[in-house]
């Protein structure tokens, strides 16, 4: 049973920065593709960032572009969101999630491409 345990988290102000973790367990030695969405209220998840299994990549959103960076240990299993200059649009739920059965050729930036979700975290930025 794969688990993915999210840390990090909380209220910051716009301009600051926050660090996310995510440690996943229940699979061990296995390299899943690991991405990064957030949840406003009403709104559809969105994509946030991803990396692939051997880390060799790095995708972005836009609108993240240049100030958050996604990076994987996976000596600790832990995939992590480097979150710097926070606006307050990024205030959102952010979520983890790993892909172990997703398509050979992924997108990275469809949740329907993730098997596995962390419990989410909130992330408030002041203005």
């Known amino acids: 049973q794969v688990q993915l345990v999210q840390s990090g988290g909380g209220l910051v102000q716009a301009g600051g920065s926050l660090r996310l973790s995510c440690a996943a367990s229940?699979?061990?030695?296995?390299?899943?593709?690991m991405g990064w969405f957030r949840r406003t209220p009403g709104q559809e998840r969105e994509f946030v960032a991803a990396?692939?299994?051997?880390?060799?990549?790095?995708y972005l959103a836009d609108y993240v572009e240049g100030r958050f960076a996604i990076s994987r240990d996976d000596a600790k299993s832990t995939v992590y969101l480097q979150m710097n200059s926070l606006k307050p649009e990024d205030t959102a739920v952010y979520y983890c999630?790993?892909?172990?059965?997703?398509?050979?050729?992924?997108?990275?930036?469809?949740?329907?491409?993730?098997?596995?979700w962390g419990q989410g975290t909130q992330v408030t930025v002041s203005s």
């Open positions: 999630a790993a892909s172990y059965f997703g398509p050979s050729t992924m997108t990275y930036r469809m949740p329907n491409e993730y098997d596995y």
């Open positions: 229940g699979r061990p030695g296995s390299r899943p593709a």
């Open positions: 990396i692939t299994w051997s880390g060799g990549n790095t």
